[in-house]
């Protein structure tokens, strides 16, 4: 009896040993799995992904697609935006929102079940990235024209309702993104700067540097541990920022052309125009680059499905630049579905 149970022991203390060695399971790659072929023409944005019923939205400049994430079938198509810019969605009220930059700016509201338009509320110009936070209830927008924060309830009446006055920024803004505890972060563009709004007291209560990036434009938050990634294109960075002080916590190098960045299941996720897709996460307390994607030129926006685990970037062919903005060829709009393997 004793020599088993010693014997037991011995294996047992060879198997931890042995555990111990054993290297800890690789962070899963990603790729690309499959393009997503819903049609339709123009440039886009900011897209928004709804996991639960597998429906993607996309901002097509003049109008708003929405896109099965399995079969990659046009289910619906939102007309009537002149400079459609982001989506959120309030699945609560069955609403859906739309900031349009164009004209003098407005947001679309829209019901998730029809996709019928509900209304428009009067904003400001140069409206664009739009985001909300139940923590918060609040839906927010921003004006680059207008150097402020837009606000509203997304009880909003769509009919008659207007916004809450807006906040001014003392700059450009860009990204956005709120923690759902009161406090909205604003990239500024033009001041290299992140903007912190109480948005009890709607005031700016604080201005951080992104040094050593520059330009801050992409932003995405990490609420559970109080951590801003911000993009920056001039120079080419993904600083992190504690979201509590300013602090700065991480730089890191990342491709030209940033205007996407999301944070999922412990990774950042940062898409760059140049045509790489730039994913980081914290390995013992510091921020590193895992894993660098070659997506397609001009894949500069994202959509993350963390319950899924899905990557989407819209992606296209240009026609030669003349003047402005290169122009997407007709009929190559796609969107690309990454995955882990």
Known sequence: MKTIRNSAVTLLAVFMFCAVLRPLPAQPSWSIAKTLNPGGEGGWDYLTVDAENHRLFVARSTHTQVVDTETGALLADIPGQLEAHGIVLVPRLNRGFISDGGGSGSIFIFDLKTYAVLGKLAALPDIDA????????????ASGEGNALVTFRPEVDPIGGVIDPPIKLGGSPESLRSNGRGKAFINLEDKNAVAVVDLKTRKVIARWSVAPG?????????????????GTRNPQKLIVINSDNGFIEASLPIAA????????NGQVFVSCAQGELIIAGNKSGKFEIEQTVTTRKGSRTLAVDAANQRVYLPAADFLPVTTGWPKVKSGTFGILVLRTF
């Open 130 to 141: 739009i985001t909300y936070e139940p923590g918060d209830d609040l839906v927010l927008t």
């Open 257 to 264: 052309g940033v205007d996407g960045a999301a944070f999922a």
């Open 214 to 230: 520059g330009h801050p434009v992409a932003m995405a938050i990490d609420a559970s541990t109080h951590r801003l990634f911000i």
